[in-house]
């Protein structure tokens, strides 16, 4: 887990680092302002991982995941809306995503997007190592 700061991150972040498609879009993520302020833990990486209650490492890497400072744990488009909105470049498309029934489209097409990941995980590699459990 990396925070530059020593108080409580504005969230925390769960990532499969071993995704290519995953790791591409954090190295985004955290070169934004504002990234300081959260705890980014990999996932795939090999040793313990601090996911706290309610996140096993499977469900975390099967499924994008943040905790927020009050321990709550959400999960798929509702975790990115909880990303975008600690970032300012990115707040514009969390208020966009409050929108009534935006959210659940979000939803929809994250989980519709899921079992491509693999394939698409694949095509980023140029053909290389397979991408299944490292990509969901």
Same mark, same amino acid.
């Given at each position: 887990?990396?925070?530059?700061?020593?108080?409580?991150?504005?969230?925390?972040?769960?990532?499969?680092?071993?995704?290519?498609?995953?790791?591409?879009?954090?190295?985004?993520?955290?070169?934004?302002?504002?990234?300081?302020?959260?705890?980014?833990?990999?996932?795939?990486?090999?040793?313990?991982?601090?996911?706290? $209650?309610?996140?096993?490492?499977? +469900?975390? &890497?099967? #499924?994008?995941?943040?905790? %927020?400072? !009050?321990? @709550?744990?959400?999960?798929?488009?509702?975790?990115?809306?909880?990303?975008?909105?600690?970032?300012?470049?990115?707040?514009?498309?969390?208020?966009?995503?409050?929108?009534?029934?935006?959210?659940?489209?979000?939803?929809?097409?994250?989980?519709?997007?899921? $079992?491509?990941?693999?394939?698409? +995980?694949? &095509?980023? #590699?140029?053909?290389?190592? %397979?991408? !299944?459990? @490292?990509?969901?």
């Amino acid at each position: 887990m990396s925070t530059s700061q020593t108080a409580r991150p504005a969230l925390t972040v769960y990532y499969d680092g071993a995704c290519p498609l995953c790791a591409a879009e954090i190295r985004l993520y955290r070169r934004s302002e504002g990234a300081e302020r959260i705890a980014w833990v990999d996932v795939g990486a090999e040793g313990p991982a601090e996911l706290g $209650p309610g996140l096993t490492r499977g +469900a975390a &890497r099967a #499924r994008f995941h943040v905790r %927020r400072p !009050d321990g @709550a744990l959400v999960s798929g488009a509702a975790g990115f809306v909880a990303l975008w909105a600690v970032l300012p470049r990115w707040r514009f498309l969390a208020w966009l995503a409050r929108l009534p029934g935006v959210l659940g489209l979000g939803e929809l097409a994250y989980r519709l997007f899921l $079992p491509l990941r693999p394939w698409i +995980a694949r &095509r980023v #590699r140029g053909g290389g190592p %397979r991408c !299944d459990k @490292a990509c969901g």
